[in-house]
């Protein structure tokens, strides 16, 4: 069930995803992570002095020699950086909640009014899909949250001397944290990552910006990839030596690491650069490595992740007024950046699990191909995410499809796809968000999916025999809507589809070339602007070929019977109407 973080009122329904089950318990397996936001409004403004409390005075010493320093930034991982690792999923520790979605985009993500906070179905996905991505670590949140309250004093103001915090029980250091590393997956913040970069082009960058008394504005986060843009890792720079001929090292503070100095070699004459990300030196999978062609270092500069993040999935549906009632305009700044400019809308596909998605509009892709990533689909962009157990586990980029252009995608199994780790897919857009959870995968297995890209409609066909969890959740300028079927049995090569029809007011379902009846369990949700209700319908089943409707608009609320609707056959006619018991009354 989606579970609001904020207020006594429980949110709707119960989707039960599967998380990775990361361990923390070798130095080889060392987590990774990503971003978080420290900025508490858009109108957050920055420390527009010097790092550091002396400017170039008294700078720590590092393990260079002096003489091969040529830019500083003063920052020192044993006095600058945390004093624990990198985690990643712990039931004892908070992440995302409504309260930083709200600083983070505004209040179009609240589906209520007042003082508590009920997320719409979009928003309440968007939090659940980035706090999964955190099970795997939290890299980008620490490295910069660990510069911006060495650089920025107003900041540092609020949460104490670094090296003396402490991770547990410090829920305020947790959403921060957490806060810091949700800005990768939006722009201002993702569009401003300096990437396709020569090694060399970002030396350079560094070493034009890096100095004592260096504004907040010219600090940055540094991005390293595995090939094809998996095994995401953020670490944090702050001084470059020159080594002669052509060699030059970057200190970083990488945050698996506490208090420990580290650097990345560059060489300027190849143009290739390498990192060992493991305590083991002889570790081989551990070593991270790239060059002019991989272009898999990147920076991220300090700047957008102040800003109002863009709220890609806050845009309400085509039946919305802008000047309609006060909820509209609650929820409703659309697509606009922090400024009122619209900005293009996308579809936002995430994966969780062992597996690769490849995502085609007639001979336009992007994703994973025979394991090699490509990308020549137009309008498309990926974001990758630093989030994972570096090699151990590879996390899937985030793709931004446009909403107007429709698209397949199929889901493969990789290398590391044994069916024991379940998958998700979701697509979140402007008022909308679908999906399927529950997926079992494996190694050579190709599924295919089809999300219409107005985000009602699905259709589903497995190269397995699957029962996944099917999850619908709409945002309109009157009551918001979330629908989740249950355990939706289906053969291998039959097809589960799903179409909401908002105009009519029912969602159906349908499955064919099956041998089997489906039996699934039902969950709807309703949001108005004060609270929300829930139904529960259990052991629905259908047989293959036939549509089931269910009638949602009709519904009148808590312990209310829901009307559904078969038409056998599909032919467009129904044959048998019917009452559905709330087994939640």
């Not at 003063?74 to 006095?79: C, V, W």
């Not at 993040?309 to 845009?315: L, P």
Request: charged fraction near 25%; include cysteine; hydrophobic fraction near 30%.
């Amino acid at each position: 069930m989606r579970e609001n973080k904020k207020g006594n009122v429980a949110m709707l329904i119960n989707r039960q995803f599967k998380f990775l089950a990361l361990s923390l318990i070798s130095a080889i397996l060392i987590l990774v992570s990503c971003q978080s936001n420290l900025a508490s409004s858009s109108n957050s403004s920055f420390n527009k002095g010097g790092i550091g409390s002396d400017g170039s005075k008294n700078i720590p010493s590092t393990s260079l020699p002096a003489e091969s320093i040529k830019a500083d930034l003063g920052f020192r991982p044993a006095t600058n950086g945390f004093s624990f690792e990198n985690y990643g999923k712990d039931s004892s520790i908070k992440n995302l909640s409504p309260s930083e979605m709200q600083r983070m985009f505004g209040n179009s993500i609240c589906a209520t009014q007042g003082e508590s906070c009920i997320l719409t179905p979009p928003a309440q996905q968007w939090m659940e899909e980035v706090n999964k991505s955190m099970n795997g670590g939290h890299c980008e949140g620490m490295a910069a949250l660990s510069l911006i309250l060495y650089a920025d004093k107003e900041k540092a103001s609020g949460f104490g001397n670094i090296p003396d915090l402490s991770l547990q029980g410090n829920e305020k250091l947790q959403h921060e944290i957490a806060y810091w590393f949700a800005t990768q997956y939006v722009p201002p913040t993702a569009t401003s990552e300096i990437k396709g970069k020569a090694p060399s082009e970002i030396l350079d960058t560094l070493l034009a910006s890096m100095k004592p008394n260096a504004r907040i504005d010219e600090t940055y986060t540094m991005g390293i990839y595995q090939l094809g843009f998996k095994g995401g890792h953020a670490i944090t720079p702050y001084a470059v030596g020159d080594l002669g001929d052509g060699k030059y090292v970057v200190m970083v503070y990488d945050n698996n690491h506490p208090k420990i100095e580290r650097r990345i070699e560059i060489d300027r004459n190849a143009n290739t650069w390498k990192y060992n990300a493991a305590t083991n030196p002889d570790e081989p999978e551990s070593q991270y490595m790239g060059d002019a062609e991989t272009k898999t270092l990147t920076l991220t500069p300090t700047p957008p992740r102040y800003e109002r993040q863009v709220c890609n999935f806050c845009g309400l549906d085509e039946q919305t007024s802008a000047n309609s009632s006060d909820k509209t305009a609650a929820k409703g700044n659309t697509n606009g950046n922090a400024n009122g400019n619209a900005s293009p809308k996308f579809n936002q596909i995430f994966l969780e699990g062992d597996a690769d998605l490849l995502i085609t509009n007639g001979d336009q892709k992007i994703g994973y191909e025979n394991g090699k990533f490509v990308n020549s689909f137009s309008g498309a962009t990926f974001t990758p995410i630093k989030s994972s157990e570096l090699w151990k586990d590879d996390e899937e980029p985030i793709y931004n499809i446009p909403t107007s252009v429709p698209f397949t995608m199929t889901l493969q199994g990789n290398k590391k796809s044994d069916g024991k780790e379940l998958t998700d897919v979701a697509m979140i857009g402007p008022s909308y968000d679908l999906g399927l959870s529950g997926i079992k995968v494996l190694s050579g297995q190709k599924d295919v999916i089809q999300f219409d890209a107005s985000g009602y409609s699905l259709s589903y066909q497995p190269s397995n025999s699957e029962a996944p969890n099917i999850f619908f959740g709409i945002s309109t300028k009157n009551d918001d809507y979330e629908f989740e079927l249950d355990g939706v049995e289906i053969d291998a090569g039959g097809t589960i589809s799903a179409n909401l029809d908002t105009a009519k007011g029912r969602l159906g379902i349908k499955i064919a070339n099956t041998k089997h009846k489906a039996i699934f369990n039902l969950l709807i949700g309703r949001i108005d602007d004060k609270t929300e209700q829930k139904f529960e319908g259990e052991d629905l089943d259908l047989a293959s070929g036939d549509t089931l409707y269910l009638d949602y608009a009709k519904w009148t609320g808590n312990g209310a019977k829901l009307t559904i609707e078969l038409d056998k056959g599909s032919d467009g006619t129904i044959d048998d109407t019917a009452t559905l018991e709330d087994k939640k009354k």
